[in-house]
Structures are given as C-alpha cells and as structure tokens.
C-alpha cells in the first residue's frame, strides 16, 4: 500500500535561513507526488507537484522540491525563510485510478523564530 | 474563480444528533473528494467521486457516515448518529479531469459534544 512519511513533526527555523522538510514514499510504480501547505485554521494549498520528467520542481512562493528515485524521497527546499512560511507542511503521494486518491503524510509544522 | 465552498465553517452539536456537511465544487470539475483531519489520524480520504458518482468509499469508517452528489454542482456528507469521536475537520476538494491538481476547501470544523 502507499504511504509517506514525513520524519519531523516540527522544525523550527530562523527567519532567513534555508529550510528542507523531509518526505519518503512507499510506492510501487512512478509515484504521483505533492506538497501542501496548510496554515492555521484554512485549506490546504498545493505549492507543487511532480508527475514526470525534471525531477527538480518549482512551486509558489519560492518553494522548491527534488524526486530522488533512488532515495523514494521528495524533499522540499526554500532558501530563505519568511515569517509567513510558518504553517504546517504536507507531503502526499497520488494513488489509485488517476492518481487522484492522496495519500498524505502526518505533517511537519514549521516554526520561523526572529 | 470562485474556490470549494464548504458549509458549515463551524458546527458544534450533541451527541446522537444528525450533522450534515455541504460543499460546493469548482465549477466545471468533475471529481469531489471528502477528507477528514484528526490530531490523530492526520488527513484521511473517506470518499471520492468521478462524475458524480462515487468511486471509492473505502474510507467512510461506518455505516453512521454517508455521502451523496446529486449533481455536479454539490454533495453532502451526512453523519447519523453523530459521535464525539466524529469531531475533527472535514476537508471537501475537487479536481477537473486532468486530476492534475485538486483544490480544497477551507474545512467545516465539527465538535460533537
């Protein structure tokens, strides 16, 4: 069965420093992955996805996120850090018939300290 | 663009009574999906629908849960009898047909007391 793992629940980051969330996946073929971003008491907003070819993709806000194969990992990237990054961060996996049954992982919530 | 509408934002209700959950997706998508988020569980389909009709329910926990779409244009997540246990925050989204993206809405954030 699918699933994703985010290893850190929290990471607290200094304002302007670099920031990597971690996320693994278990799946058996070419995974369908995402990262959400969820901010206290709203949705969830896609930041970015990856379906194929460059495994280096772009999202909002300045996010970026890397597919490493060998790794089963999708990792999520931002140089510097804004207060207003902070929010809860999810990484999910597309399963099913047209990918479009997310499996998501717990979370990691992001702190930005002054 | 208008965004999934969902309704109501906040309900707090007794033990044993009817909740239903409303939502409204984007026009012009054609696949609904219900989640649900607990401190416990984290984020967990219960449902999804592909053209109004519904393709996986596996998620639905029991038979107290129960969702219907009765057009393109809404779809209703009812639980009867409601359960302390049902509190959490329960997420409608939709997707076009590419299932590219989906889109979620702002959540109805259910206390069942």
């Known amino acids: 069965a699918q699933s994703v793992t985010q290893p850190d629940i929290h990471i607290t980051v200094s304002e302007g420093a670099s920031l990597e969330l971690r996320c693994n996946y278990s799946?058996?073929?070419?995974?369908?992955l995402f990262w959400y971003v969820q901010s206290p008491g709203q949705g969830l907003q896609l930041l970015l996805k990856?379906?194929?070819?460059?495994?280096l993709v772009q999202g909002i806000k300045g996010f970026e996120a890397e597919f490493k194969r060998s790794q089963s990992s999708f990792n999520l990237r931002k140089p510097s850090v804004h207060w207003s990054d902070a929010a809860e961060y999810f990484c999910?996996?597309?399963?099913?018939?047209?990918?479009?049954?997310?499996?998501f992982g717990t979370g990691t919530r992001l702190l930005v300290s002054p | 663009d208008a965004g999934v509408i969902q309704s109501p934002r906040h309900e707090v209700t007794e033990m044993g009574q009817e909740v239903t959950l409303r939502c409204k997706p984007i026009?012009?998508?054609?696949?609904l999906f219900w989640y649900r988020q607990t401190m416990m569980r984290g984020l967990e389909l219960l449902i999804y629908?592909?053209?109004?009709?519904?393709?996986?329910d596996s998620g639905m926990p029991e038979d107290r849960f129960s969702a219907k779409m009765p057009n393109a244009s809404f779809s209703t997540l009812k639980i009867q009898p409601s359960e302390p246990r049902d509190s959490a925050v329960y997420f409608c989204?939709?997707?076009?047909?590419?299932?590219?993206?989906?889109?979620f809405g702002e959540g109805s954030w259910l206390t069942v007391v």
């Open positions: 989204a939709s997707s076009d047909s590419s299932g590219n993206t989906i889109y």
């Open positions: 629908f592909n053209n109004n009709v519904p393709i996986d």
């Open positions: 799946y058996g073929a070419t995974p369908y």
């Open positions: 990856y379906f194929s070819g460059d495994t």
């Open positions: 026009s012009g998508h054609n696949s």
């Open positions: 999910a996996v597309g399963a099913g018939t047209g990918f479009q049954k997310l499996v």
